[in-house]
């Protein structure tokens, strides 16, 4: 089946849909109402989930053993996708029974975690956001630590926490800093952030002491969902040294459903930025790309009807490419398993309206932002945070569809 | 059925033994020789492994689900397993069928990972270790940071990579710090090293959103474990500004097979350090205990016969106990699972001779130690590292085995 713009579904797309025929990310559905019911697997198409289950024996929970499987098992079911849903192959197209049990309009889906994570790594790797934050937390002398040039530097979160776009974020509770002698204080977090990011879903991984060389890497990518990294700046200022942040950011990471496969992303490709000084032998790769993702934050306060986009970057400011960060992360010998989450760390771009987060966007709280007609210098309570990624293309986009969540009032 | 001194099994269980009717661990074995046999849980006496699956339904592939049942369950076990390995009572003792096919002699059981780890936390707490890091990476000005007496510090540590004692370690290889203005080192790490822990391993779990409160938080937690947090310290000391250790850690955590339960330590229930400044609420608890375990590291050279104890320290020296780790890690609403592990950090003790890694023992190297008839800086290819603790009562002791890991050379 010849990919590009000239496949056509039996199905009306919408020309500006996320999920045209060239998309077919990956995600895990229930059908709304029916919280005993079983997790199906599906693809996206236009306003409809396919049920994965009911067209062929895929039957599991999670994509965990299909991302296993790796890239021919991965092109293979792309290729049987296309070919089914394609305007020319009447096997669905004219099966109407058929076509009533596997295709379930999107208004009728709730969307699940699609994987379970076993260990999810977030990587640092907007240069501007690394600059950025470190002349916020640590001052103009050197906002970037000599390190940063020479690898991805990256730290583990937690994988519990993670969860599926949707669900309502509870403002968490923490220690912030003292003020002179006094006892730091403690309540709900009064600097709650979101962080405009990407992750990378591991497929295949690799034995315990047995790296993957960079040349590989790529084999075990299996694709790009949309993340929230919620944040709590006060929280995570006060306890980040020397070990890193940890309660400011394990309340909550918030994930887009479908997963992005690089397949559908590939003509979105552009060449990643030229790195100085040239990397070790271990992260130098022949292929040196990123992908055009432009990326959109919004929030929308409780008491306003409509969102008020916040910042637009993209996916393409990454300094450090996915493949890159597998190799930095298994080169020590580490292994990873289907299902491991990457995430890219805040994709600021180099515009002042480029930023990833409230963080660089507020300098730390020090101005204030309009959002509609309220201003912000954090998230408030009944804020609804939007992120949302979209490639687009002369005939068709590729797009993540939306990775949301709702801040409700801390615990009393 | 009554606890304590009195108590005594039919089996002959050597006054030395780490696992008199006193203790009775909980781990998961598979038969020596059996590769595709399925893992079996079990207790421990003696030289024993009694396969718990051969005398209840019990026919869990690992300690997962019997953690979530939570302590009412797991006194139920601890009082049934004692009664049946009582001196006085003849269901077992006196039907040498049953006998030969529940107790495997420990020569012929290889010990498996006991849990599947969700998440592993690792803390920071003793302030000896704090101290003598902070010093050798930071300098003398500050070498506790001053958020280190107001909360339990720690950091995500990986999952994927926490493997059963008894496994080989491969020195891993990375990035170390530049001299001057060449590149950074690359190569195997030059300055591995073990860190002597202990770990908690996590019962019924959390829901998202919903602290455990710290009176609570003690039936939360099923057990402890010897843990050696490997580490690769060229490695950590150059990536670790500013998000943490990351690949200087994540090639290998090792743990114990046996998880010893709160409950056979009770007797070696000891005060905890006092706090100063006092605890916020959150962290105050009424019941301020750890536990007197004494613990050992040893190293056994390839070229030589006998190991060598390299320092000796204790449990009881950690000044945020558990159940203040448990409280503190969740008070943001992060969600705990069962088998989720927490590590102390390095148990360095306030002597010279206890403390809890080489980094401390040789000041990062500046001095060398007797290692029998060898010295050393840092682990060398063929060094098996071995950790113990065991706690010395009375008429018995509760102990947990080793915890072992012999380093193997590099990839090439």
Redesign the interface.
């Known amino acids: 089946m010849a990919e590009g713009k000239l496949l056509r579904s039996f199905l009306e797309v919408p020309r500006d849909s996320h999920f045209p025929i060239q998309n077919l990310p990956f995600g895990v559905f229930r059908r709304r109402g029916q919280p005993e019911g079983p997790p199906r697997p599906a693809t996206a198409i236009g306003d409809f989930a396919l049920d994965l289950a009911a067209v062929s024996a895929a039957a599991q929970e999670t994509l965990n053993m299909f991302l296993g499987l790796g890239r021919p098992a991965w092109k293979e079911a792309r290729a049987t996708l296309q070919k089914i849903l394609s305007a020319d192959e009447p096997v669905l197209r004219d099966n109407e029974a058929l076509r009533k049990n596997c295709l379930v309009p999107m208004s009728d889906v709730e969307m699940l975690l699609p994987i379970t994570v076993?260990?999810y790594t977030?990587f640092?790797c907007s240069v501007h956001h690394a600059r950025n934050?470190?002349f916020i937390?640590?001052g103009p002398q050197t906002p970037v630590?000599p390190?940063w040039f020479?690898?991805p530097?990256?730290?583990?979160?937690?994988?519990?926490?993670v969860?599926i776009s949707g669900t309502d974020i509870?403002r968490?509770?923490?220690?912030g800093h003292?003020t002179g002698s006094s006892?730091?204080y403690?309540g709900p977090s009064q600097k709650l952030d979101f962080e405009l990011e990407m992750a990378a879903i591991v497929g295949p991984?690799n034995e315990?002491?047995?790296?993957i060389d960079i040349a590989d890497a790529e084999d075990h990518i299996f694709g790009l969902v949309v993340m929230n990294d919620w944040s709590?700046r006060d929280?995570q200022a006060?306890?980040?040294?020397?070990?890193?942040?940890?309660?400011?950011k394990?309340?909550?990471t918030s994930v887009s459903p479908w997963i992005v496969t690089l397949d559908a992303l590939k003509p979105f490709a552009c060449e990643a930025p030229k790195q100085e000084?040239e990397p070790?032998?271990?992260l130098a790769e022949k292929n040196h790309i990123n992908y055009d993702i432009p990326l959109e934050a919004w929030i929308k306060p409780k008491e306003q009807s409509e969102a008020s986009v916040v910042t637009k970057t993209n996916f393409k400011h990454m300094y450090w490419t996915v493949t890159q960060q597998l190799a930095?992360?298994t080169?020590?010998?580490?292994?990873?398993?289907p299902g491991?989450m990457f995430a890219t760390g805040t994709l600021s771009g180099p515009e002042p309206d480029s930023l990833g987060c409230l963080l660089e966007i507020t300098w730390n709280g020090q101005k204030e932002i309009s959002v509609g007609n309220s201003i912000r210098k954090f998230l408030q309570d009944g804020d609804e945070v939007i992120l949302t990624a979209c490639c687009k293309g002369e005939d068709y986009n590729v797009g993540f569809g939306t990775c949301t969540g709702k801040i409700l009032p801390s615990?009393p």
Do not use: M
């Not at 080169?331 to 398993?337: A, H, S």
């Open positions: 076993g260990d977030d640092f934050c470190g937390f640590r630590n390190n020479h690898l530097v990256g730290y583990h979160g937690r994988a519990s926490s969860i509870i968490p509770r923490g220690q003292p006892q730091p403690f991984g315990l002491g047995k790296p709590a929280i006060w306890e980040t040294i020397p070990l890193g942040p940890f309660l400011g394990s309340f909550s000084p070790l032998p271990y930095h992360h080169v020590n010998g580490c292994n990873l398993r491991d615990l």
